[in-house]
Structures are given as C-alpha cells and as structure tokens.
C-alpha cells in the first residue's frame, strides 16, 4: 500500500509532503528520528483512524483520566462560573439555548466540527443573540 505522506528535508528542517494533494507542512524539527516518527504516525493514522482513537484515548486517559469523560455541560458550567457578572450571565444566557442541546451532553473527544457547526446554523436559523 502506498503512504499517505512523504518526508523531505529543506536546509536542516525537516518536511512531510501529502502524495495525493502535494501539499507540504513542517514536521518542525531538524532530528531526522523525530521526524520519521512523526510521519509514520501520519501514515498510520491515515491506514488505522479506529485503532488511532483508541490510542489517543489511552494517552488522554493517562494524562488526565477524566478528560474521556468530560462533556461539554462541563465547559458551559465552568464558563459560567468565571469572569465578571456580565460575561457570567451572556454566557448562562446563550448556553440555557436549545442550539446548544446536541452538544451539550457529547464528550470532549467525541466531537467534531460538525457538531459546531450544527449549534452555529441552528442559532443562526433561531436568532440567537450573544449581544447583551
């Protein structure tokens, strides 16, 4: 099977490049070990994304066990908790919106940017105003 990213080095930096789009990103750093596992890491997240949740779930686990579980009512009441009264009440405000039901409960790790963009167009669609 084909690799996803190549790896390349332009002075001392070293570089990955995308086969299928040739786009190129900085790997940032000028040890050659470094950078190749950092592009096999790539690659493998390119071949395994399944096996590659779980072992990010493994390390945030390790680092901070209740991050896995951490949802999104977590942030809104901590947003809400902090700052002057004014920020403390827009916030209890905006978050109390229906826009905000299907995020609400979903884990930190479980999202994605579609699950923003859903809040987004929804308060869009209803109006929803985060002016004071």
């Known amino acids: ?27 940032r750093t000028k040890d050659e070990a470094e950078a190749n596992s950092l592009l096999n890491a790539r690659n493998a997240a390119q071949q395994q994304p399944t096996l590659n949740l779980h072992l990010a779930r ?10 896995v579980e951490r ?15 004014s920020s403390r009440e827009r916030y209890a405000s905006v978050f109390k919106s229906a826009s905000f039901n299907g995020l609400r409960n979903k884990k930190l790790l479980e999202t994605t940017t579609d699950d923003f963009f859903a809040v987004f167009k929804d308060m869009v669609g209803n109006s929803v105003s985060t002016d004071g």
């Open 71 to 85: 949802t999104w009512q977590t942030v809104m009441e901590q947003l809400q908790s902090r700052g002057k009264d």
């Open 1 to 27: 099977m084909k690799t996803k990213f190549t790896m390349f080095r332009r002075g001392a930096m070293f570089y990955m490049q995308d086969s299928a789009t040739g786009k190129q990103t900085s790997l």
């Open 58 to 67: 493994a390390y945030l686990t390790a680092s901070d066990p209740a991050f």
